[in-house]
């Protein structure tokens, strides 16, 4: 995988050119005090202070102070250094607050590249609900996805240059419940060819789905045909679609090829081999309740899950190895 098949895919990237087949977003580039926050590990977990009063843990304590535990030893240094106060964005707040009331009030956060679906635990929703500034930075700051993107995006590159891109953006996307899961798919586009596409919601079995299956593939294979093919900017990747209840077809996002994407009802191998050998579309869906995969989530980095040999946590690990082999062969090392 090419560092420029990476940095192509990010939201900001590729959104105006597939604006009228996507759901709405509105994107917001992020300041470098803000970025630091969100990759800070020491000191309390402390959300910013906000500007408009709207708190995504509204009866949380901000003060560690304030806790009935908290204690200071005799001769500590914290009895003359009080604890840091939290940060404060008001003009990134007051940005994000006008985009989420112009999309009815509520939005769905995603950077570059990823949204923080592996922390939604926190949210008082559970979900990636979010209403307000505080909500999005609460799911941002939990999420190892994010900070995937803040500092690992380029680690599986054959090529890499780069730690990070120079920019980071947050896309918020209007919030709909109605959203059936079931109806979202993932398509596999190898050397400029269709050849793959899968269900993406696979811990469950849905019979609608497999009733519609033919139908569901014309309607993925028709959109590719007519809005993606030769527009995307990059031989190999992945595309993501939601088929809504009238089958209009909405464009969700872009992914590379391999590395830490999922290819849930495949294997890359598998893929690969399609893409070579030019055959039909394969379509996988889970057709029967004895085919759901029930421990394969999308809710967490590829790597978290896939360790054979040419993953994305594989070539971390190989990238990693190299590194320490150099230090160990550098003349300061026997110094």
Known sequence: MKQEEVTCCQIQKWYPKFKPVSIKNFIHELPESFIQ????????FLLPTSVSNEDALPNRIHKPEDEEDYQVSEGSEDESEPPSP?????????????SIESLGGAVFPKLNWSSPKDAAWIST??????????????????SDSVVHDLCHPYDSCSDKTLSR????????RKWYPSL??????????????????????????YPAVLEKKDELKDLIYDFFIDNVEGRFKSENYTFDVYVTKDRRMKLIDFNPWGAFTLPLLFTWEELEQGGRLEEEVDFRIVESQHTVRPGLKTAVPYDYIDMSAGSGWDQFLRNADEELQQQMRSPEAGA
């Open 180 to 205: 059936r899961p079931e109806m979202e798919f993932r398509c596999f586009v190898c050397a400029q060819q269709l050849v793959g596409i899968s269900q993406r919601e696979v811990t469950a079995y």
């Open 37 to 44: 926050y969100l990759v800070g590990d020491s000191g309390p």
């Open 165 to 172: 891109p120079p920019q980071f953006y947050l896309a918020l």
């Open 86 to 98: 939290p940060p404060s964005f008001p003009e990134l707040e007051l940005k994000i607050k006008d």
């Open 125 to 142: 929703t559970g979900t990636l609900k979010c209403t307000s500034f505080s909500d999005i930075a609460l799911l941002l700051k939990a």
